[in-house]
């Protein structure tokens, strides 16, 4: 059984980390993944659906899991399972038959898919492209993240003028606001980890020691309790804070403890 948080916080930082490993390695599993999101990256075979397949999850991954899991299957179910090959040849709101979840709509979907038919057609480019180029232009993640999302903004048209729906900048949230961007860092995870049994590891353009750890309130909760988080806020500042902790643990793959953090959720969830 884990250890108190009460115990963890009064021992030595090797305990802690010993604990971290554990439940790291206890939770790293294939059975992970059926409960969550990125059990879409597994559903397809072909790179070009896994990483527009995850890019979607990712950005769905908010409110309740079994609710949004549930809107995915169905969107992917409109597209018939093929994903990409659905973007390269969008060209209608109707066709997505009034999908929509909480504050992403149809309008927002459309939008972010004529984007993406730009980036992958006219652009002749992949997401991971898309990514790439962004880190080296701005030399980090949230820097990425910002070239990405501009994208976005900036090539998802309605009747030939600039998408502003607000669920669409909900769904694609502005690194310049200086959130934690959670869905963002979570979907790097599952691209650039590799010998995971449950992140993917498809991307080679970033090493795992340069990811960030997914910061939600529950992370942030937890890791507050446990001693690894000082700041109050759940934004950008307190994700480096987090990452630069945890690196103390695991300077080659920090990362790894988000199963930890997720475990030890499950493990006190009633404490």
């Not at 990425?144 to 694609?172: S, T």
Request: net charge positive; proline share 3%; hydrophobic share 40%.
């Amino acid at each position: 059984m884990i250890e108190t948080k009460e115990n963890l916080k009064a021992g030595a930082a090797g305990s802690l980390k010993t604990e971290l490993d554990r439940l790291a390695e206890k939770y790293e599993t294939k059975d992970f993944i059926k409960d969550d999101p990125v059990q879409f990256v597994h559903i397809f075979k072909d790179k070009r659906d896994i990483e527009l397949a995850g890019f979607l999850a990712a950005l769905f991954a908010f409110g309740k899991r079994e609710v949004f899991i549930k809107k995915l299957n169905a969107l992917f179910n409109l597209m018939e399972m093929k994903p990409y090959e659905f973007a390269a040849n969008f060209d209608s709101e109707k066709i997505l038959d009034g999908f929509n979840y909480r504050f992403i709509k149809e309008c927002d979907i459309a939008a972010f898919l004529f984007a993406y038919r730009k980036l992958i057609t006219k652009d002749k480019m992949s997401l991971e492209e898309l990514f790439n180029e962004g880190y080296k232009k701005t030399g980090d993640i949230f820097g990425c993240f910002q070239f990405v999302c501009d994208y976005f903004y900036e090539n998802a048209l309605k009747d030939g003028k600039v998408c502003d729906y607000p669920g669409y900048k909900f769904m694609l949230s502005n690194p310049k606001n200086k959130g934690a961007m959670k869905r963002m860092n979570m979907f790097l995870r599952w691209m650039i980890r590799k010998n995971s049994p449950v992140d993917v590891g498809i991307w080679n353009f970033l090493a795992p020691s340069e990811l960030f750890i997914p910061l939600d309130v529950h992370v942030g909760n937890i890791s507050r309790s446990l001693g690894l988080l000082n700041r109050k806020q759940n934004d950008s500042k307190s994700v480096f804070e987090l990452t630069r902790k945890l690196k103390e643990f695991n300077p080659i793959d920090p990362v790894k403890y988000d199963f930890a953090l997720f475990g030890y959720g499950v493990n006190n969830k009633n404490g």
